[in-house]
């Protein structure tokens, strides 16, 4: 068993999965900081010095009733909050995820199609229709010759 486990391991797939796994967790900390740090506090700035990331609802206050002037508060009040403001920022981050995603795949499929397709050896004669080079000026087949070779 541990035979088996070592060699489905050692596949290439598996690998590149794994790769890919950590890649990515690696990519949403980056976008995560993008959107927290770099994105939402400009988007706040013009709206009148909002910060998203302490927007929230209390649906239940909590043991020390009263207003909460910051998500941290209101939770170690241990009130019961929605986090709209969260949410939006997570609504952000998924955004610019799934558009760096779609212009990688959109540059993998632009080179694919770009990829010259290699030049065909053969022709066929246009008199017997048999297999020739490329570069045959007269057909071994029917003995014609063939024009613009």
Do not use: Q
Not at 11 to 26: E, L, P, Q, T, Y
Request: glycine share 8%; net charge positive; proline share 4%.
């Amino acid at each position: 068993m541990l035979k088996e486990f070592k060699e489905f391991i050692m596949r290439g797939n598996v690998i590149d999965m794994a790769v890919g796994i950590i890649i990515g967790a690696a990519f949403g900390t980056i976008i995560k900081s993008l959107v927290d740090d770099v994105i939402m506090p400009p988007i706040g700035l013009l709206l009148g010095n909002v910060d998203f990331s302490n927007l929230f609802a209390v649906i239940k206050a909590g043991k020390i009733a009263g207003t909460y002037d910051t998500l941290a508060a209101a939770k170690a009040a241990g009130a019961v909050t929605m986090n709209y403001g969260v949410f939006f920022n997570t609504i952000i981050s998924f955004l610019i995820v799934a558009f760096a995603v779609f212009m990688i795949i959109r540059a993998v499929n632009k080179l694919k199609r770009e990829t010259p397709s290699p030049e065909a050896a053969t022709k066929e004669c246009p008199y017997c229709l048999s297999v020739i080079p490329i570069k045959a000026s007269r057909c071994a087949h029917c003995t014609a010759e063939i024009r613009g070779a």
